[in-house]
């Protein structure tokens, strides 16, 4: 007998006025990645582990995903739960328009808590991204 596992994905989307380039740079550069979401050792290479820390505790990641300036994604495991995240980058006429997934939560309603704090934290990383993003050359 065979259990069918669901689950729920955190989508955040945002248009930036900025260039592709100029946000991939943020997504893989490690002392802009610790301005807009938190400390870390990312190496922007395919297999590569790495940590990132809060002060809530961190998250083990690896790259399983990158094409420069257009799709990046790593495996997030925290808290006892594995997760993926996903950062879809489109050119757009004014900038780059980013689509943001973390992928992978279970519906059970004691994970609840975990879901919805990866909504509200992909929101408040995006708009600290755009901060960011704002003081680069």
């Known amino acids: ?21 100029k946000l991939w740079r943020a997504l893989t550069t490690p002392h802009l990645i610790e301005a807009w979401l938190m400390k870390n050792d990312f190496v922007p290479a395919l297999g590569h582990r790495f940590k990132l820390a809060g002060d809530w505790g961190s998250v083990d990641c690896e790259v399983t995903e990158i094409e420069p300036h257009k799709a990046l994604t790593y495996t997030w495991t925290a808290m006892g739960m ?28 004691s994970t609840d808590r975990y879901f919805n ?16 993003l704002a003081g680069l050359d």
């Not at 007998?1 to 380039?21: G, K, L």
């Open 82 to 109: 594995g997760t993926v995240v996903s950062f879809e980058l489109t050119p757009t006429g004014a900038g780059t328009h980013l689509k943001v997934a973390q992928s992978g939560f279970p519906t059970e309603p």
């Open 117 to 132: 704090g990866a909504q509200y934290g992909w929101t408040a990383f995006t708009t600290k991204l755009d901060e960011v």
């Open 1 to 21: 007998m065979s259990v069918a596992t669901e689950t729920r994905t955190v989508v955040v989307e945002r248009d930036f006025a900025h260039a592709p380039e």
